[in-house]
């Protein structure tokens, strides 16, 4: 799907104001109310909008402890390992990936030693030949999608045309 101008100003707005409904978002946009609820509805549908969950802080939330752990498992091991990284609640995510090592997760924690007991869980896991991992010092650049977004020129208009601003004077109609 390509995103014109008017969808990444909805998905910036809709950032920024995460519980604003569609009224406040359509004033926010200067668009009508009908077509902020299409374009959410079709960016929904094309899976550019996957959830309107809260972003949460797993430090904040008592898991102050992150890691990054590449695993290089067997061959052909990839659902057994996927389905076994999915049961260990400490797995915030995991990717299967190119280079050295096969999948690359990321882990929280309560403490150095929750994340040592969840290592030693995935070095245990079926498929799973050798992790190393590196403990997370700091946020350098929080996860974040608007700026790629952004980043392009978009075709379209920021607004739609029965919003746009006159331009000069209404034209006399004879009258």
Same mark, same amino acid.
């Given at each position: 799907?390509?995103?014109?101008a008017l969808?990444?100003?909805?998905?910036?707005?809709?950032?920024?104001?995460?519980?604003?409904?569609?009224?406040?978002?359509s004033?926010?946009? &200067? %668009?009508?109310?009908?077509? !902020?609820?299409?374009?959410?509805?079709?960016?929904? =549908?094309? &899976?550019?909008?996957? *959830?309107?969950?809260?972003d949460?802080?797993?430090?904040? @939330? &008592?898991?102050? %402890?992150?890691?990054?752990?590449?695993l290089?498992?067997?061959? *052909?091991?990839?659902?057994?390992?996927?389905?076994? /990284?999915? @049961?260990?609640?400490? !797995?915030?995510?995991?990717?299967?990936?190119? &280079?050295?090592?096969?999948?690359l997760?990321?882990?929280?924690?309560?403490?150095?030693?929750?994340?040592?007991?969840?290592?030693?869980?995935?070095?245990?896991?079926? *498929?799973v030949?050798?992790s190393?991992?590196?403990?997370?010092?700091? !946020?350098?650049?929080?996860?974040?999608? /608007?700026?790629?977004?952004?980043?392009?020129?978009? =075709?379209?208009?920021?607004?739609?045309?029965?919003?746009?601003?006159?331009?000069g004077?209404?034209p006399?109609d *004879?009258?």
């Open positions: 799907m390509e995103l014109d969808d990444v100003d909805l998905l910036a707005a809709l950032t920024a104001g995460r519980r604003a409904g569609m009224l406040e978002l004033r926010t946009l &200067g %668009v009508a109310r009908g077509t !902020v609820q299409a374009r959410l509805e079709r960016l929904e =549908r094309a &899976g550019v909008v996957t *959830g309107y969950g809260p949460v802080n797993v430090a904040a @939330a &008592g898991f102050p %402890v992150q890691a990054f752990v590449t290089e498992i067997a061959q *052909g091991a990839l659902a057994d390992v996927a389905a076994e /990284l999915a @049961a260990l609640p400490a !797995v915030l995510e995991a990717y299967a990936t190119t &280079g050295s090592a096969d999948v997760c990321r882990l929280a924690a309560s403490s150095h030693e929750d994340l040592q007991l969840t290592l030693l869980k995935l070095a245990r896991a079926g *498929g030949a050798r190393t991992s590196v403990i997370v010092l700091s !946020v350098v650049v929080a996860p974040r999608t /608007l700026p790629l977004l952004a980043e392009s020129p978009r =075709r379209g208009p920021r607004r739609a045309p029965a919003y746009r601003e006159a331009s004077p209404a006399d *004879g009258r």
